[in-house]
């Protein structure tokens, strides 16, 4: 069922009598308030561009794909009952805190909101992470071990531990707070943008390892052994365009096309 771009739908009174429903998509209208409690069938969610503060999915345990970027969400529940979820996208939005328990998501989106605390211990599957553009100053992707992809540039984090994450290949981690970062457990690592920290001059590489494509300041070097110093530089965001990703549904394997 497709409401999308008509601008005119306010609620979506009625939709409880579509009980088999699959997909619902309501792209760029001014719904406030949804009710799904009856379409336990969905799989596809699509409710980007509202006005909704809260929404309650515990009742929708097929869901498979769930976007409600560009809303006013404060609130955010029931998605651990979804088992067979692989993609949430929960940009553009009002959040200030985020965790998750659901071991079959693979892709979370949920940059540009105002997140302080962000905990996906329980999130064992996920492969890729994008959180740009918020206040967190602490990620743990430590029980993340399927990890390929992490986009947290924007942010107040001072370190990471990226020891438990030997897949990663693309880390964005730009306008920080860092002082430290060592990646020399990273050797399938293709893509690091570590710029506009103002006190991280050097990053931990393992001897011999080869990162194709690096985008720092001058100051900051890549060196098997690291002795820091802090440097005062003038901070600027990294944007990563997530409408630019190049996403293979059957592996979510994300490649970063462009960045701003």
């Known amino acids: 069922m497709d409401f999308s771009g008509t601008e005119e739908i306010k609620d979506l009174t009625g939709i409880e009598g579509f009980v088999n429903l699959k997909k619902l998509s309501a792209i760029q209208n001014e719904i406030a308030i949804v009710n799904l409690e009856f379409n336990k069938d969905l799989?596809?969610?699509?409710?980007?561009?509202?006005?909704?503060?809260?929404?309650?999915?515990?009742?929708?345990?097929?869901?498979i794909n769930v976007n409600i970027e560009s809303n006013n969400l404060t609130t955010f529940t029931g998605i651990p009952n979804a088992?067979?979820?692989?993609?949430?996208?929960?940009?553009?939005?009002?959040?200030?805190?985020?965790?998750i328990d659901n071991t079959s998501l693979e892709l979370l989106l949920i940059s540009d909101n105002l997140l302080k605390t962000f905990n996906v211990n329980d999130a064992i599957n996920l492969k890729?992470?994008?959180i740009k553009s918020n206040l967190i100053e602490a990620v743990d992707v430590t029980n993340n071990t399927l990890l390929e992809t992490?986009?947290?540039?924007?942010?107040?984090?001072?370190?990471?531990?990226?020891?438990q994450n030997p897949k990663l290949t693309h880390i964005c981690i730009s306008s920080n707070l860092l002082t430290s970062l060592d990646v020399s457990s990273l050797q399938n690592l293709i893509w690091l943008t570590i710029?506009?920290?103002?006190?991280?001059?050097?990053?931990?590489?393992?001897?011999?390892?080869?990162?194709?494509?690096?985008?720092?300041?001058?100051?900051?070097?890549?060196?098997?052994?690291?002795?820091?110093?802090?440097?005062?530089?003038?901070?600027?965001?990294?944007?990563?365009?997530?409408?630019?990703?190049?996403?293979?549904?059957?592996f979510l394997n994300i490649l970063i096309v462009s960045l701003l």
């Open 150 to 163: 992490l986009v947290v540039s924007d942010n107040k984090i001072q370190s990471v531990n990226l020891e």
């Open 43 to 63: 799989e596809i969610l699509l409710l980007s561009g509202n006005l909704l503060s809260s929404i309650y999915l515990s009742f929708n345990t097929h869901l």
């Open 128 to 130: 890729s992470i994008f």
């Open 195 to 250: 710029n506009n920290n103002p006190n991280l001059t050097c990053v931990k590489i393992k001897n011999g390892q080869n990162i194709p494509t690096v985008t720092k300041l001058e100051n900051q070097k890549l060196n098997t052994i690291c002795n820091y110093i802090t440097y005062k530089v003038k901070t600027r965001p990294c944007r990563v365009k997530t409408t630019n990703l190049l996403i293979d549904l059957r």
């Open 83 to 99: 088992t067979g979820l692989k993609e949430l996208n929960l940009s553009f939005n009002s959040l200030e805190a985020f965790s």
